[in-house]
């Protein structure tokens, strides 16, 4: 990366109020994501060695820990309390919450189990809001057209119909069970929700509570959650491996539970994987947005057991991250304050690229102007100007009343965001690729569910904003349907990890080393070490369980 402008110098050209000119730019959308974009490249991609989607291309990293051994053998689980129930869900974000509703209202028992505690997820972390065609100016064709086209027509159509038919029945959903969601300006109680228009959609569409969307879409769900007899709840629960059967279906999991560090072994007619995707695995050595859990273990898991996946060398990187102060790189800036009106600017004052652009094109422009030294630089760290003092004379209030988020945020970088911009930068946001599933989040592997952003087919190569919320309680809902059905079939008299024996030998006959394990859990900066924490043994030929070494 070349050196940036220096911040002071930035400074000195920048001018709040001044509306700055979009500068021409000719290069073709495909040529810039080419040159820019992590998802390209030399380096980008490897061919994955070992599983059902062998000579497939995957991210480098991503391809570590697909490609590694189980953290447990079966010595590790004998004498493991053994639990059963119809449904159990792996997750506490939007997906697992909107699947275990679903599958408790129709009658099934359901375990909800979640790495960290309920609501922890990237979901309660989504602040522009959730896309749905209720306005009078637009419909889901439009919907599904801006979301194909989006996503560079990679995204399964089928799915996508689904998704966008069910938004309005997922907004009345929410409103059910007492969400909030923002009105037009000057409108009574009861009036008309207020929509606006995201980057990549051709009408306003975006439905949200401040800027605090999954946050306000956590509380009530969190709440119904607890609120349901139908749903034991087990927080601090990771998920540690999947139960195969004699005929290759998936008949429960090993989960961890850390407070007792111990295993447990649950016996289920059906799984749902709601595990989120892998932002703190940190690919390509980029800061991420997700939340602390975000290690990619749905992923490692499915595909170990058979699950085919689809698109894994395509990744979102949000355009607007925090570039500076340092310890705070990677928290992410909403696109609402894009949507809002907010430009970006770089260290000669230029406004390089149409801010509303898909989030692609909007992240590799940013790419761009640091590598070419036009970004600003300070402190080591390069970015460019988010443009919000404009913002707040452009819109009076708009600061402290609709972007209540972006302030606080503000405030921890120790700038007042009415008279500084904002350094930023893009970060690692969303996994575009996962889990191939059906139109019940169904996999190819029987008994094995799974929803939101562990899987891949709805948004192609990139997503558009409002879509993540969506789809999980979209997909979560119809998921929990199906796998509530689990609850007449017969139980299968055998299950362990026979699936994991055979991924050894694998491995072995790939050449690859039995020493490298997955998933890692945490990110590795918390060194964590399943083996010691759970007082399990090393064998002799060495384990390295805490992550990929």
Request: charged fraction near 20%.
């Amino acid at each position: 990366m070349s050196a940036g402008i220096p911040y002071e110098n930035a400074r000195q050209r920048y001018r709040p109020g001044m509306a700055a000119t979009l500068r021409a730019d000719d290069v073709p959308v495909d040529e810039l994501l080419k040159a820019y974009h992590p998802d390209h490249g030399p380096h980008a991609r490897v061919t994955l060695s070992v599983g059902i989607d062998r000579g497939e291309p995957c991210q480098p990293d991503l391809a570590r820990h697909l490609q590694a051994n189980a953290l447990i053998d079966d010595v590790d689980i004998a004498g493991a309390q053994l639990m059963t129930t119809d449904v159990l869900v792996i997750g506490g974000g939007g997906g697992g919450c909107a699947a275990a509703l679903t599958a408790a209202k129709q009658g099934a028992r359901v375990i909800l189990a979640t790495k960290l505690r309920l609501g922890d997820s990237n979901t309660v972390m989504a602040e522009g809001g959730i896309q749905a065609a209720i306005g009078e100016d637009d419909s889901p064709q439009l919907h599904f057209e801006d979301t194909l086209r989006a996503g560079h027509f990679c995204g399964e159509p089928k799915l996508v119909a689904q998704m966008v038919m069910d938004g309005p029945d997922v907004i009345r959903w929410l409103i059910q069970l007492g969400m909030m969601f923002d009105l037009e300006e000057d409108q009574p109680i009861g009036g008309n929700l207020m929509r606006k228009k995201p980057g990549g959609a051709s009408a306003a569409r975006i439905l949200s509570y401040r800027d605090y969307t999954g946050l306000e879409m956590m509380r009530v769900l969190r709440e119904a959650v607890d609120l349901d007899p139908g749903i034991e709840l087990w927080n601090r629960c990771p998920l540690v491996e999947l139960l195969s059967d004699e005929r290759g279906g998936c008949a429960g999991a090993v989960i961890y539970n850390l407070e007792w560090r111990t295993f447990v072994l649950v016996r289920a007619r059906a799984v749902i994987l709601a595990t989120g995707g892998a932002g703190r695995l940190h690919l390509n050595s980029f800061p991420t947005s997700n939340h602390y859990g975000a290690t990619a273990d749905g992923l490692v898991l499915a595909y170990r057991i058979g699950a085919r996946l689809r698109e894994l060398d395509s990744f979102q990187y949000h355009p607007t991250g925090i570039a500076y102060p340092h310890h705070l790189a990677g928290g992410l800036i909403s696109e609402a304050a894009r949507s809002a009106g907010a430009r970006l600017l770089n260290g000669e004052g230029e406004r390089f690229v149409d801010e509303l652009k898909p989030r692609d094109v909007v992240a590799s422009a940013i790419l761009r102007e640091c590598a070419q030294g036009r970004g600003v630089e300070r402190d080591g760290q390069v970015g460019v100007f988010l443009d919000t003092p404009t913002l707040e004379i452009e819109h009076p209030g708009i600061l402290a009343k609709r972007l209540v988020t972006l302030r606080h945020l503000a405030d921890k970088c120790g700038i007042d965001a009415a008279q500084e911009p904002f350094l930023v930068y893009p970060t690692l946001h969303y996994q575009n690729g996962g889990v191939a599933i059906d139109k019940d989040g169904a996999t190819n592997v029987p008994g094995l569910f799974c929803v939101g952003e562990v899987t891949g087919g709805i948004h192609g190569r990139n997503r558009l904003m409002g879509n993540a919320l969506l789809d999980i309680l979209s997909m979560g809902r119809r998921a929990g349907a199906k796998a509530a059905q689990s609850k007449e079939w017969v139980m299968t008299s055998r299950a362990g990890i026979g699936h994991v024996h055979a991924w050894q030998r694998e491995l072995t006959l790939a050449g690859l080393p039995l020493h490298v394990k997955a998933p890692q859990l945490f990110p590795a900066y918390a060194h964590f070490d399943l083996r010691v924490d759970a007082g399990l043994r090393a064998s002799a030929r060495g384990r390295v369980i805490g992550g990929i070494r």
